[in-house]
């Protein structure tokens, strides 16, 4: 599993998900525009993987367990951001468009740790509802 690499083409944009040691790596590229969009099965997918690869860093007996010490996550008006090695993930419901939006203010690749990708993936699966 350490090598294997997963890549969506969303309905906008592209996803590339990567385990990373105990992270997980994320890259978002976007093609027009400047997110990534999620269908609603794009996004169930998208939060299959990610429960599935936290699952097995959690599980792993090697993995050191680092305190959850409260939210990391910023909410403004349903929209959800997080502070992640000097860049800034945000995640909201774009109407318009009838997708979960994703995007980055900073690198291209952000390295998540899994009390960040909790959070992720409750923000994904309340979008989803």
């Known amino acids: 599993m350490e090598n294997q690499v997963y890549n969506w083409f969303v309905k ?4 590339l998900i990567q385990k990373n040691g105990d992270c997980i790596l994320l890259q978002l590229d976007y093609e027009n525009g400047d997110s990534c969009l999620l269908t609603a099965t794009d996004n169930e997918e998208i939060i299959e993987l990610l429960t599935k690869i936290a699952k ?4 792993d ?5 680092k305190p959850y010490a409260g939210q990391l996550c910023k909410e403004n008006n349903n929209e959800y951001s997080w502070e992640i090695e000097g860049s800034e993930l945000l995640i909201k419901y774009n109407t318009a468009e009838n997708a979960v939006e994703i995007n980055r203010d900073g690198n291209k690749t952000l390295n998540l740790e899994i009390n960040y990708l909790v ?4 923000i994904l699966e309340h979008f989803n509802r």
């Open 61 to 65: 007996p090697n993995y050191v367990r």
């Open 12 to 15: 906008n944009g592209n996803i």
């Open 56 to 59: 097995q860093i959690w599980e």
């Open 119 to 122: 959070e992720i993936i409750q």
